[in-house]
């Protein structure tokens, strides 16, 4: 079984930084993508940035150049470093991965809390 444990997360100034983890395990961890989303209360789940097993990253316009999705394959974890820090980038942030081509799966992380205090 597919298990993402998040942490990293917490209350931090605008214009800091917050670096959060992932640790995966019941699986292949190089063999998988690696997503980060977030939530904000009353608004939709938004994926915020995505990291293939080759490193190739994609981010959501608003976190572009603030924000740094890595990952490590022999310790299995992803990275979402976060920089530059806005009121708005206050959420839970979710790790994800999607298992599967026929019968894709997706399992999640149980959130972690990141707020930006103006």
């Known amino acids: 079984q597919v298990r993402l444990v998040e942490s990293g997360g917490g209350l931090v100034q605008a214009g800091g930084s917050l670096r959060l983890s992932c640790a995966a395990s019941g699986t292949i961890f190089s063999l998988i993508a690696m997503n980060w989303y977030r939530q904000a209360p009353g608004k939709q789940r938004e994926l915020v940035a995505t990291?293939?097993?080759?490193?190739?990253?994609s981010y959501l316009d608003s976190v572009k150049e603030r924000f740094t999705i890595s990952r490590d394959n022999p310790k299995n974890t992803v990275y979402l470093q976060m920089n530059s820090l806005k009121p708005e980038d206050t959420a839970v942030y979710y790790c994800?991965?999607?298992?599967?081509?026929?019968?894709?799966?997706?399992?999640w992380g149980q959130g972690t809390q990141v707020t930006v205090s103006s």
């Open positions: 994800n991965t999607r298992i599967g081509v026929q019968r894709p799966t997706d399992y």
């Open positions: 990291i293939t097993t080759v490193g190739i990253t």
